[in-house]
Nanobody, 124 residues
């Protein structure tokens, strides 16, 4: 079992930045590929970014590529999402997730553990 707790969400103006964190506990953090997903009101959950177990490989949704950066610190059991150049379309609840699969995955059903999520609101 892996417990995931997100933090760092909040309100920001368009063009601003936020950094999300996801603290993991339980099993060995480096045994899991990690991902960030988001869900806006009235919309389905969508993939944002993923990172491999040791952090060597990353993958982004086209909508955030060049603006968001996913990273991890396995010594601190923490996943990050640096979000720059925010726009109102980024408003959503952001959740981190852990996958036991070896490679990166963008599909939510491939993730085994989820955090509760943190709200990000971007105003124009």
């Amino acid at each position: 079992q892996v417990q995931l707790v997100e933090s760092g969400g909040g309100q920001e103006q368009a063009g601003g930045s936020l950094r999300l964190s996801c603290a993991a506990s339980g099993r060995t953090f480096s045994n899991y590929a990690m991902g960030w997903f988001r869900q806006a009101p009235g919309k389905e959950r969508e993939f944002v970014a993923a990172i491999s177990r040791l952090g060597g490989n990353t993958y982004y949704a086209d909508s955030v590529k060049g603006r968001f950066t996913i990273s991890r610190d396995n010594a601190k059991n923490t996943l990050y999402l640096q979000m720059n150049s925010l726009n109102p379309e980024d408003t959503a609840v952001y959740s981190c997730a852990a996958s036991q699969r070896v490679g990166l995955t963008t599909y939510s059903h491939n993730y085994d553990y989820w955090g509760q999520g943190t709200q990000v609101t971007v105003s124009s």
